[in-house]
């Protein structure tokens, strides 16, 4: 019978090296695509977390990004190796919301920078004109005196703590109390009561804040998702 001779050449080294490289940035592409939706989730469930945990709508204030994001490409290391991120942060610079977000998430101990620190009752309203907290200074400073009546610091029911009132002021008898100064005439208007002692703020030395929200413990969780991420994204 004939024979039947062949042979077999391997494909240039160009063949290979584009093959690797395309293989290279498949990775890359995943890497990150990965890392970017790792971080929306962490974002997503630190707000789920934080919303659950009572502070309202904190958790805002925590964005993220991505090299993806940001440039759409990964850092290189030597001539094969790279690396993408995705990063948490705060969105925000504002002190009040950064000591509040450290607050809840590591503990804290808050003292006052003066003697006191002051809550606003809930009978008062908590914020005034320019979506200022309200504070005693607010107060002096918005008109209050002359609607509601000046305030009189006397100690308060427990140790280390103070009260400021308003004597003599009408609060409405069903609803929210909205306190007005007692009319010149001393009579008292329909729908209202005399109050004889208002507590307007209650003044303490120290509070503190338990962590709520364990925000290490969501990150690990991120991560400990990124190979299926990565398996989904090379995947497409």
Request: with cysteine; hydrophobic share 40%; glycine share 10%.
């Amino acid at each position: 019978m004939p024979k039947l001779h062949g042979t077999v050449r391997r494909p240039a080294d160009h063949h290979f090296r584009d093959f690797q490289r395309g293989c290279i940035q498949r990775m890359e592409r995943a890497a990150l695509v990965a890392s970017d939706r790792g971080a929306r989730m962490a974002v997503s469930t630190l707000r789920t977390e934080m919303a659950a945990a009572g502070l309202g709508r904190l958790g805002n204030a925590i964005t993220s990004t991505s090299d993806l994001r940001r440039s759409g490409r990964v850092h290189r290391r030597g001539v094969e190796g790279f690396s993408a991120s995705g990063i948490v942060h705060l969105r925000t610079a504002n002190e009040r919301t950064v000591g509040a977000i450290i607050s809840y998430t590591e503990g804290a101990e808050i003292t006052p920078r003066g003697p006191w620190m002051w809550i606003t009752s809930d009978d008062l309203q908590k914020r005034v004109k320019g979506n200022f907290r309200m504070t005693p200074a607010q107060y002096r400073a918005g008109g209050f005196e002359q609607r509601i009546g000046p305030l009189i610091q006397i100690p308060g029911r427990h140790p280390g703590e103070a009260l400021l009132i308003v004597r003599d002021v009408t609060v409405r008898a069903a609803g929210r109390a909205n306190p007005r100064r007692l009319p010149n005439s001393g009579r008292v208007r329909a729908g209202r009561v005399l109050q004889g002692q208002f507590v307007a703020f209650i003044g303490i030395r120290r509070t503190s804040r338990r962590a709520r929200v364990n925000p290490r413990a969501i990150l690990v969780w991120a991560r400990s998702n990124l190979p299926f991420l990565i398996k989904q994204a090379m995947g497409k």
